[in-house]
């Protein structure tokens, strides 16, 4: 008896502690009753009272609503009844409401608890694991992968955005930019520039005609405005913030807000008019004023409220870089401007000379910002004396401009003086010294003295590139009379001379046009050599023409070239002075094309040129070609060249003439084969544009053309 008396002892012992630990433990956990329907709750512990806020009395009252807040689907709750049934362990994820309303999303773990080992089931224990730390920390994890997806797209975005604009010469820059928007971020956009008016537009346009299409704000009447332009307060700069457009909202005729809710209108004109009839409005700011607006609809017809704070990054980040590549590509383009109007006001015209064949040409390097202090200046001096200088002036800015015309000056006053080149750069060094000239410069400066029909150079270099001396198709360096730069002498210039023969030719060039990245300057000048030693053209023009289609096809630096000839008995007999030469600035219109026929039939009669048919109709298509595809006014210029009538005509549209190559989908370029049958052509960039050029010699049209 005493031994079972104390072998029970500890077994009630171990329950009580049992008992307690189960109350005590911090896992939620209850007791149902396997026997009763619905399983009721008969017991709780404390931690299950703390979690849920329920008792034993109200958890049974809760039971039936457990499955209500967790809405089970189907098959869960066919597979928690198949484990009821068969008293195997479950294990399901369930939602309960807490007492004080709230939701606890847990793990329940159901045990089954039998009589015995083999017994039958009497009791489940269900034992309740929080999630909500697990699902917080989840939440959080997609939350971040969530939003470095988007930075990375956003930042994906801006860099192509980046790229686009990179190229600011594109035509469709913008609108590649706008379809880049719409395939990613929004539902539409467009850009329109404000130029004294918004306007459509495909490019930035810097400088140049608009590329856009339609119709303009600005252009039609205006009204009395019924409603706040919040537009034209975008495009004032009295508000910079977006601003949400209605497409269906009363604005003042003629106001900014009412064209661009026309414009938005018809090209949102295939979507649904319910919801969302409603544009934003992003402006394109620059330094000083706002350059235009940015206009999106976006998905679903968000409001500015309603828009993805990345979204909304994006279309700012994107607003904000489009304003300012504009506003420098705008400023780029004025100091381009500004510095080569300044260095074409300080440039001569055609020099006309007695007794020699001169031809002069300048352009700037196109993909400078400005232009440098490239110049020349053919003079005559006197009767007898011709001076031509050719310099360069270190830069390419308006600095370098001012310092070109600067010593453009100085050397004009004083060859009128002193005619001797070397003298004359002495001159220079000591003026220059005190004038502080800002930029390193050099020259070629040389004198043409005419005695008894006998041409004699004379030329003194200040660290410039020899001039070249071609006679018979040989070619000579005129390098002699070297020394340093002008305003570095400090010593006596000497000069250098050599006797002109009849047929000869002076090329005064700087080193634009034989320089490349990859070729040096001893590179370029043997092949200045080698082409002005196979140029066989008899007249000056036609040798500077040469020598630049074989040169200046790409050139990284501004180019100045001057050709000299002096006349040849095999020259026509009556050509005492350089060519004859006349020149019209025309109106781009059709009615230029006319006066153009008349001009070029008139100039060969005075002239003496016999059958100017081709001439009429070479120049016929000429000026048709600059009316139609140019832009500006139309210079035509006429050269007799004694073999034949040299035509020049300049527009303003840097593009190339094109003919017409077979292929059935191009349209034009007709007029340019006519051109090419009946005379040698070319063409080549311009001052202001570009310039095509046309030799027809006397005679009636070919056979078959007429």
């Known amino acids: 008896m005493v031994n079972s008396h104390a072998s029970r002892l500890p077994d009630r012992a171990l329950a009580e502690v ?41 958890a049974r009252r809760r039971q039936t609503a457990v499955l209500e807040d967790t809405a089970l689907q189907q098959p869960d709750l066919v597979l928690l009844q198949d484990g009821l049934r068969a008293g195997r362990e479950i294990a399901h994820t369930i939602v309960l409401r807490r007492a004080d309303g709230t939701r606890l999303a847990c793990r329940a773990h159901l045990s089954p608890v039998r009589a015995g080992d083999d017994g039958p089931l009497t009791h489940w224990v269900a034992a309740l694991q929080d999630l909500t730390e697990q699902l917080s920390h989840d939440a959080e994890q997609a939350a971040m992968v969530e939003t470095e997806r988007r930075e990375r797209r956003s930042l994906g975005l801006i860099a192509q955005v980046s790229d686009l604009l990179m190229d600011v010469d594109d035509p469709h820059a913008l609108r590649e930019i706008a379809t880049i928007l719409r395939r990613a971020v929004v539902g539409w956009a467009a850009f329109y520039l404000n130029d004294g008016g918004l306007r459509v537009a495909d490019g930035i346009d810097a400088g140049r005609p608009p590329t856009g299409k339609g119709s303009r704000h600005g252009e039609g009447p205006g009204g009395q405005d019924v409603a706040v332009d919040a537009v034209q307060q975008l495009l004032d700069a009295e508000t910079d913030r977006p601003v949400e457009l209605a497409l269906g909202g009363s604005y003042g005729a003629g106001s900014a807000s009412a064209w661009l809710a026309q414009q938005a209108d018809a090209e949102l004109g ?50 904000r870089r489009v304003g300012l590549v504009i506003d420098n590509a705008r400023l780029y383009d004025r100091e381009h401007r500004l510095a080569e109007t300044l260095q074409r006001a300080m440039l001569p015209e055609q020099a006309e000379v007695d007794g020699l064949d001169v031809w002069t040409y300048y352009a700037p390097n196109s993909e400078n910002a400005q232009v440098g202090g490239d110049w020349y200046d053919v003079l005559q001096v006197s009767q007898d004396v011709v001076g031509v200088v050719i310099g360069d002036v270190v830069g390419h800015d308006v600095e370098a401009a001012a310092s070109m015309g600067q010593l453009r000056s100085v050397v004009r006053s004083y060859i009128f003086d002193i005619t001797t080149p070397g003298p004359v750069l002495e001159r220079v060094d000591q003026l220059v010294a005190g004038m502080r000239v800002p930029r390193p410069a050099g020259l070629v400066l040389s004198t043409l003295r005419r005695t008894d029909e006998v041409w004699r150079l004379e030329y003194s270099r200040a660290g410039h590139l020899p001039a070249l001396l071609v006679r018979g198709g040989t070619v000579t360096l005129l390098d002699a009379a070297g020394g340093p730069l002008i305003g570095f002498g400090g010593t006596p210039r000497a000069t250098g001379s050599v006797d002109l023969e009849p047929g000869d030719v002076v090329v005064y060039y700087t080193d634009g046009l034989i320089e490349r990245r990859d070729r040096g ?9 080698a082409v002005a030693a196979g140029v066989t053209a008899r007249d000056a023009a036609g040798v500077g023409e040469e020598l630049l289609s074989r040169l200046a096809d790409h050139p990284e630096d501004d180019v100045a070239v001057v050709v000299v000839r002096v006349p040849s008995p095999l020259d026509t007999s009556e050509r005492t002075r350089s060519p004859r030469r006349r020149r019209w600035s025309l109106p781009s219109e059709a009615a230029s094309i006319g006066r153009a026929r008349h001009a070029v039939v008139r100039t060969c009669q005075a002239w003496g040129i016999e059958d100017a048919a081709n001439a009429e109709l070479v120049v016929s298509e000429l000026v048709a070609n600059a009316v139609l595809h140019g832009f500006g006014h139309v210079s035509l210029q006429l050269y007799d060249t004694g073999d034949g009538l040299r035509i020049e005509v ?35 960039q311009s001052r202001g544009g570009k310039l095509v050029w046309a030799k027809v010699r006397p005679g009636s049209l070919p056979a078959g053309s007429r």
């Not at 109350?23 to 009272?49: G, H, Q, R, Y």
């Not at 295939?270 to 402006?283: D, E, K, N, Q």
């Not at 292929?663 to 040698?680: K, N, S, T, W, Y």
Request: charged share 20%; proline share 7%; glycine share 12%.
């Open 521 to 529: 300057l001893r590179d370029g000048l043997a092949a200045l050599s």
């Open 650 to 684: 300049e527009d303003a549209n840097p593009a190339p003439p094109v003919t017409t190559d077979g292929h059935p989908g191009r349209v034009g370029g007709f007029g340019m084969q006519i051109v090419e049958r009946l005379a040698d052509w070319g063409w080549r």
């Open 270 to 319: 295939a979507a649904p008019h319910g919801v969302g009839r409603s544009v934003l409005v992003f402006p394109l700011p620059g330094r000083r004023r706002v350059l235009g607006v940015l206009v999106v609809h976006a998905h679903d017809g968000h409001g500015l409220r309603d828009l993805e704070p990345s979204v909304r990054t994006v279309l700012d980040l994107t607003a």
């Open 18 to 58: 049992r008992d307690r630990a189960l109350k005590s433990t911090s896992v939620p956990m209850a007791l149902l009753d396997a026997t009763a329907t619905n399983l009721p709750v008969i017991w709780v512990n404390d931690a299950f009272e703390r979690v849920t806020g329920y008792g034993v009395e109200e």
